[in-house]
């Protein structure tokens, strides 16, 4: 809808903008973040995600900004998250996670269930990722990863081969 989100992580609010540059929605006035940190959307569900790297969590809210659920808490130890960074959404609507406390990159799909670790690995068997900071996809659906840890730019097709690196 041409309509684009500000993260403002000193206040620990997501402003919606339309093009004409007036606020339609806030996200966070009647929720606190600790450390808000990266944004994305899922344009076919509608679905506002946001990470927290204090709280150790991703929060998905609906457009008009209420909550809808939360990951990273629960039993499940695959789908704890640690420090939380870079999100984005695939074409299939799968959600994938900079977990980078962990020095991963987690995927879960719409309906908040885990479904693996996006793995790249080296021989050892020890993870190329140190620190995962930001993801992205291009139109081609190409998941492109900034690795803070090894000051990298890392690009995957979607099936983990490595396509590309600069380090």
Request: no cysteine.
């Amino acid at each position: 809808e041409n309509n684009f989100m500000v993260a403002d992580q000193k206040k620990g609010i997501i402003t919606i903008f339309d093009r004409n540059l007036e606020s339609i929605t806030l996200i966070g006035g009647n929720f606190k973040f600790e450390k808000l940190e990266k944004v994305a959307i899922d344009s076919a569900n509608q679905t506002i995600y946001a990470s927290d790297s204090i709280l150790n969590k991703v929060f998905a809210f609906d457009r008009s900004g209420q909550l809808l659920f939360e990951i990273g808490a629960g039993e499940d130890s695959e789908a704890k998250l640690k420090a939380p960074h870079g999100l984005a959404v695939d074409p299939e609507g799968n959600l994938y996670i900079a977990d980078t406390g962990n020095s991963k990159i987690k995927i879960f799909d719409n309906a908040v269930n885990f479904l693996k670790t996006f793995n790249i690995m080296k021989n050892k068997g020890d993870s190329v990722l140190k620190k995962p900071w930001d993801l992205a996809f291009d139109s081609q659906g190409r998941l492109h990863i900034i690795d803070q840890g090894s000051a990298a730019l890392v690009t995957f097709a979607q099936n983990g081969e490595l396509l590309f690196a600069t380090m």
